[in-house]
């Protein structure tokens, strides 16, 4: 059975005396069969709940929420190999594309090497501070993480044959 789409909620927070701005942390999920060589990874800016609030859509803010069709990681995939093919890129180099549409201008998709989604040994869920510039300073953020699931399970059944020849030489 395989699955259409994978999805989690998540949370980010500043701690006491920090000041971290929206889109200034990223959240990133890295799938494959190792961390270094061969893995997709999606990629979203986090925004930061205010402090002392007790309002669930602004401690679980929808624009946090990853809700991504695994589709994305093939077309992704096919993507990359056309470029592969052009010669604009290899399968050693980390190609990205971000996505369109629904509040996905800055999120990023990446694959390195030659991933595959019936392959998937490994996890990982990490934090990045990507603002750009010259004055990139340390952030100490408090995120979490909540019921990473996959979903929309594909009900269609698949199909066999069986086969068999004959044949004489003289």
């Known amino acids: 059975r395989r699955n ?15 000041t971290i701005n929206d889109r200034e942390v990223y959240l990133f999920i890295r799938l494959g069969s190792d961390f270094e060589e061969n893995y997709y990874e ?12 007790g309002d669930p859509e602004e401690i679980w ?3 946090n929420r990853i809700d991504l069709e695994m589709k994305e990681f093939t077309d992704l995939k096919l993507k990359r190999n056309d470029a592969v093919n052009a010669g604009e890129t290899s399968y050693t180099e980390e190609f ?7 509040n996905r201008g800055q999120n990023m998709l ?16 990490g934090i990045r501070n990507r ?40």
């Open 42 to 53: 999606y990629e979203l800016p986090l925004l930061i709940s205010p402090e002392n609030t």
């Open 61 to 63: 803010p929808e624009l």
């Open 131 to 170: 603002v750009k510039g010259s004055s990139v300073s340390p952030k100490s953020v408090e995120v979490w993480v909540n019921e990473l699931r996959l979903s929309d399970e594909v009900q269609e059944g698949g199909w066999g044959a069986v086969g068999r020849a004959s044949m004489q030489l003289s």
């Open 110 to 125: 990446r694959i390195k090497g030659t991933p595959s989604l019936s392959d998937v040994k490994v996890m990982m869920i």
């Open 4 to 18: 259409k789409r994978i999805k989690m909620e998540v949370h980010a927070g500043a701690l006491p005396d920090e």
């Open 96 to 102: 990205e594309t971000n996505l369109k549409g629904w």
